[in-house]
């Protein structure tokens, strides 16, 4: 498994990290080994929000392993806040409520990592900084981030927050390519160079922010993997092929596609399966050539300018 730090901080993580959005429908015993298998591969990265399953997933994720001291200090955990009945809400009650709740549903006394979950149209970058303030030097939040921003909404917070937002968490899979293809096909008339992201890639680069890919198998937003569709018949016979070379199954083989990037981007896995987190994991630091990329890139429908 191949371990990366964290933008500028103390952090270092495994690239693979496992999502936790869906543990609310297992038994515990179930989570238990799920968890289990991703420390056996070398997760220490487990990426929550409060509203996966209502706060559902963080409770069960804490009962199923028995949080203790010692299972903690190998876990980096992230939790995310913001997203509401059918609003968001970045306000400092709620985020206060939303911090102090997860802590209790997943008995520990900080998160490593706070992610604002969504950009929220009313977002009052004063009183986020104020709140953020409140939550570092109460020790409860450790280090700040956002998910699904873009660069100029993120420039916004940053001007009035006092820490350094470490990750940016966003969509990302070898058929949902945005912040690459605007880049790849800089100054064309094609749908391909039309800028959707503010060139997000390059901004978090730039600024020393970790991309955190989500949903690194569906297609569109969570119309289903992409390997199960014919309409990607050629990206699935190349990722098949690449993998075929390597000991990769189809997903290894796009996750090892997204890891080859050298924005040391991670991958999150929301695999409720140990064996195919497993396969998954494999693709975390397998080499692959400009030339194997590229060709991924052009067979999941892109144009090579």
């Known amino acids: 498994m191949k371990q990366i730090k964290i933008a500028n901080t103390n952090l270092t993580s495994s690239n693979i990290i496992m999502g936790c959005m869906r543990i609310k429908s297992l038994p515990l015993t179930e989570i238990d080994t799920l968890v289990k298998t991703a420390l056996d591969q070398g997760i220490n990265f487990f990426d929550h929000a409060d509203m996966y399953g209502g706060g559902t997933s963080e409770s069960l994720f804490a009962q199923a392993i028995g949080m203790n001291s010692s299972i903690r200090e190998k ?3 992230q939790s995310k806040c913001c997203i509401r009945n059918g609003f968001y809400d970045s306000s400092k009650e709620h985020i206060l409520e939303s911090v102090n709740g997860s802590l209790e549903r997943l008995k520990t006394d900080r998160l490593d ?12 970058p004063e009183e986020v900084a104020e709140v953020f303030d409140v939550l570092h030097n109460s020790g409860k939040v450790n280090h700040f981030g956002v998910s699904n921003f873009n660069s100029t909404q ?4 940053k001007k009035y927050v006092s820490y350094p937002l470490i990750i940016n968490q966003l969509q990302y899979s070898v058929v949902h390519t945005p912040m690459l293809d605007e880049g ?6 094609i749908d391909q160079s039309i800028e959707r992201t503010g060139h997000i890639l390059d901004y978090c680069r730039l600024n020393d922010l970790t991309i ?13 993997p992409f390997f199960l569709d014919d309409k990607y018949k050629a ?29 040391n981007m991670q991958v999150i896995l929301g695999t409720t399966q140990p064996k195919h987190l497993i396969e998954c994991c494999k693709g975390s630091d397998v080499p692959m ?3 194997e990329w590229y060709g991924i ?3 999941a429908g892109n144009m090579i300018p």
């Open 75 to 77: 876990m980096i955990i």
């Open 113 to 124: 990592v706070l992610l604002l979950h969504r950009p929220d149209a009313l977002i009052e």
């Open 154 to 157: 993120i420039e916004l917070l």
């Open 184 to 189: 790849m096909a800089a100054n064309m008339f």
């Open 212 to 224: 955190q890919a989500w949903s690194p198998f569906q297609k569109g937003f969570f119309e289903g």
């Open 235 to 263: 990206l699935n016979e190349a990722l098949t092929e690449y993998g075929e070379q390597h000991g990769l199954d189809i997903t290894g083989a796009a996750v090892a596609w997204i890891t080859r990037h050298p924005a």
């Open 289 to 291: 050539t400009r030339q």
């Open 297 to 299: 890139y052009k067979a």
